[in-house]
């Protein structure tokens, strides 16, 4: 079993930085890919990014390539997920999620974090 919580959510403005944490306890953490999700209200649960065991591999979402940066420190047990240049479309609960396999479904990933809310202002 792998348990993750995410936290660093809240409010800001459009233009502005957030980042998010993942801390992860259980089995060991850095056999597993990491990814992060996002939820809307009345949209499906949508992919963010991924990164693998040892943070040098990472996939994005075009609509967040180039603004948002996936990073882990396995020493920690933790991933971040920096976020730049926030838009209002970027507000949903974000998630983090784990996996063996580098994979971009939510279907594919084992364990889930509670969820963190994430709120742009226009």
């Known amino acids: 079993q792998v348990q993750l919580v995410e936290s660093g959510g809240g409010l800001v403005q459009a233009g502005d930085s957030l980042r998010l944490t993942c801390a992860a306890s259980?089995?060991?953490?850095?056999?597993?890919?990491v990814g992060w999700f996002r939820q809307a209200p009345g949209k499906e649960r949508e992919f963010v990014g991924t990164i693998g065991w040892s943070g040098g591999r990472t996939i994005y979402a075009d609509s967040v390539k180039g603004r948002f940066t996936i990073s882990r420190d396995n020493a920690k047990n933790t991933v971040y997920l920096q976020m730049n240049s926030l838009k209002p479309e970027d507000t949903a609960v974000y998630y983090c999620?784990?996996?063996?396999?580098?994979?971009?479904?939510?279907?594919?990933?084992?364990?889930w974090g509670q969820g963190t809310q994430v709120t742009v202002s226009s």
């Open positions: 259980g089995r060991t953490f850095s056999n597993y890919f």
């Open positions: 999620a784990a996996t063996r396999t580098i994979a971009t479904l939510p279907s594919a990933y084992n364990y």
